[in-house]
């Protein structure tokens, strides 16, 4: 049990961490890697927070400011753009571990009154209706109602008698309310959660109805809302924008400390903005542990291999990833990993492999779930759906109530596992598929479309236009000047880079940008699938993160513009994929 001095201790650690990480992060923004005097600071900072986390047993959170420490102190006259895209990703791990620290926790054992009533299914009535302004602040009601619809047996009323005529009916204004009623076993501070993030935007009343002497609960946030303090912010934001329009007349200090509150609004930014986010990585937490559970129970062994990069969701589509990737787990163990017998006479390994990634193509998050188990078995599938051979396997074995299990267990046998991964990816708006070798294994691919996220990004400049890149997809940051051209009459401007021409892809020509002339124009080599070209830039920026917003639900879609960029400031870039805005020529 923890004493209240090792808990003010732990807390006392927490607050000074941070403290000192964003010291750090400061530094790192005015990163000058030719001067010894910055490497010294930034070296020192680092090396006692090291030493703060390694006294209490934060070996993560060390491992992260000793990486920093040999980065840093590597650095020569200037930071490679991989460089400084390796620095600024594990800032940034850095940065989730130190805030994703707590020094108490709390159960539901602590609050007797909440332990009574959990599990118990209650019927709720729930009265929503937006305000003006809901829709002014990107909102969708429907979000709320299948977040909802997530939590138990709801049905629902909507009411349109405020609905004008047409000739007065305004696009952004909202004239509908819902009355729902909900049977769930949640309690009312959860069904609030749902609303958190608008209860300054709307009308909310839930009224617990198999209790006579219940009375409507107001839904009061927990905290104030994040988007009561993200309009504080905006409005910060504007204030700083016109200081710094005349900020030529002051003193230097106070320049100085101008840019580093602009600094510090940033951070606050897009801080805010991860909390209606979360890790991806929380989505597979569960996982190693019911892999232990199932190996021990069945006698089979496999191990797991997850993902470690951060990538961060909408919360509400995290809960749902995490029962998708159960069901594909338990799946796999029941009917795709061997048995230590089966796999040996096969020649395989004891041991099976089942592995996850993922990735981001624009707002397009990718999941490849596989396994090297003995594939889908066609016959045994045939046989459970009454179906011949010109059936298509990859579409049978998602049926409701098919299962190629003998006799129904814990594990398997009613045929319901992968009907509800397809029901959950459907509901998420997003696609499944299947692939299989007999004997070798299977691979699930899915696809989900991201409203927004968070991704550490390499800005670039043209003609005063701020644009961001994915730091992946950059092979070279070169002077403009500094490789061979060649005009090909009718194809345009072409550099050679390791004996291959590549096109020029030109930002002002695509976007009739203003012909401005500027001093050290750059190239970057960008290679992304099978394309590769030279895209033009003036200017390159460190890589910071941004949060991304998807085009398409602001606009429409445009090829090669997956998303708005924002960094906490007035402007907002475009997130570009050059392979897709140029194309091949």
């Given amino acids: 049990m923890m004493t209240a001095y090792a808990a003010a201790r732990s807390a006392l650690f927490i607050?000074?961490?941070?403290?000192?990480?964003?010291?750090?992060?400061?530094?790192?923004?005015?990163?000058?890697?030719a001067e010894s005097q910055w490497r010294d600071h930034m070296l020192r900072q680092l090396h006692k927070l090291k030493g703060m986390a390694a006294s209490f047993d934060e070996a993560a959170a060390a491992e992260c400011c000793h990486q920093l420490e040999t980065a840093v102190s590597q650095a020569d006259k200037a930071f490679t753009a991989k460089q400084a895209m390796a620095i600024s990703q594990t800032l940034g791990k850095l940065h989730e571990i130190l805030h994703g620290l707590r020094p108490q926790t709390k159960t539901l054992a602590d609050n007797p009154a909440q332990q009574s009533t959990a599990g118990a299914h209650q019927q709720?009535?729930?009265?929503?209706k937006p305000l003006p302004g809901f829709f002014a602040n990107g909102q969708d009601p429907?979000?709320?109602l299948k977040q909802l619809q997530t939590l138990g047996d709801m049905t629902v009323a909507v009411d349109s008698s405020q609905l004008p005529a047409f000739a007065d009916y305004e696009a952004n204004q909202p004239y509908l309310s819902w009355r729902i009623q909900l049977n769930t076993t949640a309690d009312a501070e959860t069904l609030r959660q749902v609303f958190d993030w608008v209860t300054a935007d709307c009308q909310l009343a839930i009224t617990l109805l198999n209790q006579q002497t219940a009375a409507p609960q107001p839904a009061l946030p927990r905290h104030e809302p994040v988007r009561h303090i993200l309009r504080r912010h905006q409005q910060q934001t504007s204030?700083?924008?016109?200081?710094q329009q005349q900020a030529d007349g002051l003193p230097l200090a106070l320049q100085n400390r101008l840019d580093q509150i602009q600094l510090a609004q940033t951070q606050n930014y897009l801080a805010l903005q991860k909390l209606m986010l979360r890790p991806l990585l929380n989505a597979y937490q569960r996982l190693p542990a019911l892999l232990n559970t199932i190996c021990s129970q069945t006698g089979k062994q496999a191990a797991l291999i997850l993902p470690e990069q951060p990538l961060w969701v909408p919360s509400q589509l995290l809960e749902l990833i995490s029962d998708v990737l159960i069901q594909l787990?338990?799946?796999?163990?029941?009917h795709g990993i061997e048995t230590t017998e089966q796999r040996l006479a096969a020649g395989k390994s004891a041991t099976g492999n089942i592995r996850i990634e993922q990735s981001l193509d624009g707002m397009q998050l990718n999941l490849l779930f596989a396994d090297d188990g003995g594939g889908l078995q066609a016959a045994k599938i045939l046989a459970a759906a009454g179906q011949q051979n010109g059936a298509e396997i990859s579409e049978l074995i998602f049926q409701a109530g098919l299962s190629t299990a003998s006799t129904p267990d814990l594990l398997s046998g009613r045929g319901i596992g992968l009907d509800l991964v397809r029901q959950h990816i459907?509901?998420?708006q997003g696609t499944i598929s299947v692939s299989s070798t007999e004997g070798e294994g299977c691979v699930f691919q899915i696809s989900l479309p991201l409203p927004q996220t968070v991704q550490t990004l390499q800005a670039v400049e043209v003609a005063d236009q701020s644009?961001?890149?994915?730091?992946?997809?950059?092979?070279?940051?070169?002077?403009?000047?500094?490789l061979k051209r060649r005009h090909i009459s009718g194809r345009g401007e072409f550099v050679e880079f390791q004996q291959q021409w590549l096109p020029v892809w030109d930002l002002r020509q695509r976007f009739k940008l203003a012909n401005s002339v500027t001093n050290d124009p750059r190239l970057l080599i960008i290679r992304r699938h099978d394309i590769a070209g030279a895209l033009q830039v003036d200017k390159c920026m460190l890589p910071a993160e941004y949060l991304l917003?998807?085009?398409q639900s602001h606009y429409r879609q445009v090829p090669g513009i997956p998303a708005l960029a924002s960094d906490g400031g007035p402007q907002v870039a475009l997130w570009l994929q050059p392979d897709l805005l140029f194309g091949k020529r």
Avoid at 124 to 128: E, G, L, T, V
Avoid at 329 to 334: E, V
């Fill in 15 to 33: 607050e000074e961490s941070r403290q000192l990480l964003i010291q750090i992060e400061q530094g790192w923004q005015q990163a000058k890697p």
């Fill in 124 to 128: 709720w009535q729930i009265d929503f």
């Fill in 142 to 144: 429907l979000q709320y």
């Fill in 239 to 243: 204030w700083l924008d016109e200081l």
């Fill in 329 to 334: 787990l338990r799946n796999a163990l029941a």
């Fill in 426 to 428: 459907q509901q998420l």
């Fill in 467 to 482: 644009y961001v890149l994915s730091a992946e997809c950059i092979v070279e940051d070169l002077p403009a000047d500094s």
């Fill in 549 to 551: 917003s998807d085009l």
